[in-house]
């Protein structure tokens, strides 16, 4: 079983950092491609970006542009959100989530954690 609990969110300043985690209780998450989503009151959720679960090759939505990073540590469980340049534009909660392997769909969600970033 996934569980999927994110960490690392908080108030930042236009043009600052975060590094957002995002850790997996389960026992096989080698196997599982992992994505990064985000919404926003009144918006749908949004995907920011993810990670495969082979061959590690990452994919970003166009509004990173460059700004964010995905990356995993298997031995730990953990998935990662580089988060650098940050505008208020990207406050928001944002979510982790897991697909196993290359399954199209995503079917385990994090809680989801808040990031402010202020002008």
């Known amino acids: 079983q996934v569980q999927l609990v994110e960490s690392g969110g908080g108030l930042v300043q236009a043009g600052g950092s975060l590094r957002l985690s995002c850790a997996d209780s389960?026992?096989?998450?080698?196997?599982?491609?992992m994505g990064w989503f985000r919404q926003t009151p009144g918006k749908e959720r949004e995907f920011v970006g993810s990670?495969?679960?082979?061959?590690?090759?990452?994919k970003y939505a166009d509004f990173v542009k460059g700004r964010f990073t995905i990356s995993r540590d298997d031995a730990k469980s953990t998935v990662y959100l580089q988060m650098n340049d940050l505008t208020p534009e990207d406050t928001a909660v944002y979510y982790c989530?897991?697909?196993?392997?290359?399954?199209?769909?995503?079917?385990?969600w994090g809680k989801g954690i808040l990031v402010t970033v202020s002008s």
């Open positions: 990670i495969s679960w082979s061959t590690r090759s990452t």
């Open positions: 989530a897991a697909r196993y392997r290359s399954f199209m769909n995503y079917n385990y």
């Open positions: 389960g026992r096989a998450f080698s196997e599982y491609s």
